[in-house]
């Protein structure tokens, strides 16, 4: 993905699928496409975790995203 929308949520209160499910969302609203790639922080992960699935989104973890924040958008075809 080369282009995406950068999401910030550090609310300790809400869980991860919330947050990712909030940003997609509002990508959807905003950009009338629904994403299907999020990259977080490998410390927002379950441990020992490299991927996730929510609604279809895959939830991946790239280290130069920082904490709290979700880079969102549709992943680019091979």
Not at 9 to 25: F, G, S, V, W
Not at 46 to 70: A, C, I, N, W
């Amino acid at each position: 993905m080369h282009t995406g929308m950068l999401w910030f949520d550090n609310d300790p209160r809400t869980t991860l699928n919330l947050k990712i499910q909030k940003a997609m969302e509002y990508y959807r609203k905003k950009h009338g496409k629904i994403p299907t790639l999020c990259l977080i922080n490998p410390a927002m992960m379950e441990k020992e975790q490299k991927q996730l699935e929510v609604d279809k989104l895959t939830v991946r973890s790239y280290r130069p995203v920082m904490p709290g924040h979700f880079w969102i958008g549709v992943e680019d075809q091979k």
